[in-house]
């Protein structure tokens, strides 16, 4: 069996690449940090594999955090703290999982590579 961990970033940022890539990090170690850690241990058994995949907007961001939770995933939602190029409280990315692959393509396969 193959694990993985997709994170979703909103395209209409327009996010500088440095702050893009910092925001997924966080996103990463945040789903990491409240995956439970058997999942962790399998995950990093394979090398942590990990996806970014983009959206357009807030709205579809959204839309993804809460299928991955129907579906019973961790996911992790980060909201920007307002210290640099946008406003605190701007909900950023989502990182789903690490979990089993097929479960986390279930949700996140149709979206396009970042």
């Known amino acids: 069996m193959s694990y993985k961990q997709v994170i979703i970033i909103r395209q209409d940022l327009q996010l500088p690449k440095g702050k893009a890539c910092v925001q997924v ?12 850690s058997k999942m962790v241990k399998k995950w990093r058994s ?18 993804y955090i809460q299928l991955a939770k129907d579906q019973g995933l961790t996911a992790a939602l980060i909201t920007d703290a307002g210290k640099t190029v946008i406003a ?6 989502v990182a789903i999982g690490p979990d089993e692959e097929k479960k986390v393509d279930f949700v996140t396969g149709s979206l396009p590579l970042f």
């Open 88 to 93: 605190a409280g701007t909900k950023t990315c």
């Open 46 to 63: 394979e090398g942590m594999a990990k996806i970014v995949v983009k959206v357009k907007d807030e709205k579809e961001l959204l839309k």
């Open 25 to 36: 990090a966080h996103a990463s170690v945040e789903a990491t940090l409240k995956s439970d």
